[in-house]
C-alpha cells in the first residue's frame, strides 16, 4: 500500500468538509457484539443428540458413531459425532477417546428427518422453523444472517449486523461518515502512476434512514492501471434494487457518468469490483480531468442516490429526510 495520503475534500448537502485520510495496512477482526451468532438452544434431548460434541452444530448425514472394539467383540457405544469432525479428531472419539469406526448411526439419521427446527438466526429475527434437513439451505440463504465487514483495506473478520457494523467501521476502521444522499468529492495522490498496491477510499452515508459504502480505489484491469468508483449498500440484496445511484467525474469540458443500482455488502467487494460494475476511469482520462502537468491525480467524483418508487416516480432525496 502507498505511504502517501489520499486528501478527500467533500461536499455533503451543501456542506464542505475537508479531511486528509491516511492509507490502512491492515486491521484485527473485532468480534464484540458481531461475532457469529450461538445456535438456537436445543428443546428436547432428541435436539441435543444431533449436536456434534466437536463444534456443537446440528449434525446431517452421515451421522457417525463410536465403534469399541473388547477381545473378539466389538460394541457400538453410543457417541456421535459429524461426518466433517470425525477427521478433526484423528479417528478418535472425543467423548472417551476410543478408536471411530465407519459406522453411521442409521436410527438417529431417520430420528433427524421427523424434526422440524428453528432457524440459528431466530435471535436476529427470523421467525422461521424448518424440516430438520432443510434448515441448512435456509440459513445459508437467511435475510437475518450476519453480514461481514466491507471494510476492503483488509482482510477483516468482523461480522454483525448492519448497526454493530457501522459503529465498527467509524470505531475501528475509522471511516467517513455523512448523512445525505448526494456528495462531491475530490480524490488526491501525490503519484498516480503506482497502482500496484491498491489506492482504496471508503466512506460511508446515512440516506433515508439507510448505509451505503461509497468506494474509490485503483487496480490494474489486464495491462491498464484504472480507477473505479462504486456503490455498495449495507443490507440485503432485495432492499438495494430499492434504490439508484449516479456517479460523475469530469474537467476541461467533458465527464464521464455511470448510473446504476447499488450492490448490496452480501457481494464481497472484490467481486463487485471484478464485475466492472461502477465507474472506471482509465489513467489517461483520469490525469487529463486532473489538468495541469498531468503528474497528480486531482479527481472530483460527484453523485447522488435516490429511492426508486412504484410507478415512474422517484424518491427526491433532501436532507433533513436522510437521516
Not at 505511504?3 to 467533500?10: A, K, L
Not at 476410543?98 to 436476529?124: N, T
Not at 448490496?264 to 471484478?274: A, E, M
Not at 467524483?301 to 418508487?309: A, C, L, N, S
Request: charged share 20%.
Amino acid at each position: 500500500m502507498d505511504s502517501d495520503g489520499i486528501e478527500c475534500v467533500s461536499s455533503i448537502d451543501g456542506m464542505d468538509e475537508e479531511t486528509s485520510l491516511p492509507h490502512h495496512t491492515s486491521s484485527k477482526a473485532h468480534g464484540g457484539g458481531g461475532g457469529p451468532h450461538p445456535v438456537v438452544a436445543p428443546a428436547t434431548s432428541v435436539h441435543e443428540l444431533l449436536e456434534c460434541p466437536v463444534c456443537t452444530n446440528s449434525m446431517y448425514p452421515p451421522i457417525h458413531q463410536k465403534l469399541m472394539f473388547s477381545s473378539d467383540l466389538q460394541c457400538q457405544n453410543g457417541h456421535t459425532l459429524c461426518s466433517t469432525c470425525k477427521t478433526r479428531v484423528h479417528n478418535r472419539c472425543p467423548t472417551c477417546r476410543q478408536e471411530l469406526g465407519d459406522i453411521r448411526c442409521l436410527a438417529l439419521e431417520k430420528v433427524a428427518e421427523s424434526l422440524e427446527l428453528p432457524c440459528k438466526y431466530g435471535s436476529l429475527g427470523c421467525p422461521e422453523i424448518f424440516p430438520y434437513y432443510s434448515k441448512l439451505k435456509h440459513e445459508s440463504q437467511c435475510s437475518y444472517r450476519p453480514y461481514s465487514c466491507p471494510y476492503a483495506g483488509s482482510e477483516c473478520l468482523v461480522v454483525g449486523d448492519i448497526p454493530f457494523l457501522v459503529t465498527h467501521l467509524r470505531d475501528d476502521h475509522k471511516v467517513d461518515m455523512h448523512t445525505g444522499c448526494t456528495f462531491n468529492h475530490r480524490y488526491v495522490k501525490s503519484n498516480p502512476r503506482e497502482v500496484e498496491n491498491a489506492t482504496w477510499m471508503l466512506t460511508v452515508f446515512n440516506c433515508f434512514g439507510h448505509y451505503f459504502c461509497l468506494h474509490f480505489e485503483a487496480f490494474q484491469l489486464g495491462m491498464a492501471p484504472v480507477y473505479m468508483a462504486f456503490l455498495r449498500f449495507m443490507g440485503d440484496e432485495n432492499e438495494a434494487r430499492s434504490f439508484s445511484y449516479s456517479l460523475e467525474v469530469g474537467a476541461n469540458g467533458r465527464k464521464l457518468t455511470w448510473e446504476g443500482t447499488p450492490r448490496s455488502i452480501r457481494d464481497g467487494h472484490r467481486k463487485v469490483r471484478d464485475s466492472h460494475d461502477g465507474l472506471i476511469i482509465q489513467r489517461n482520462m483520469a490525469l487529463f480531468f486532473s489538468g495541469g502537468d498531468r503528474k497528480e491525480l486531482k479527481l472530483r467524483v460527484t453523485g447522488r442516490i435516490w429511492k426508486e418508487q412504484q410507478g415512474n416516480e422517484t424518491g427526491v432525496c433532501m436532507p433533513n429526510l436522510c437521516s
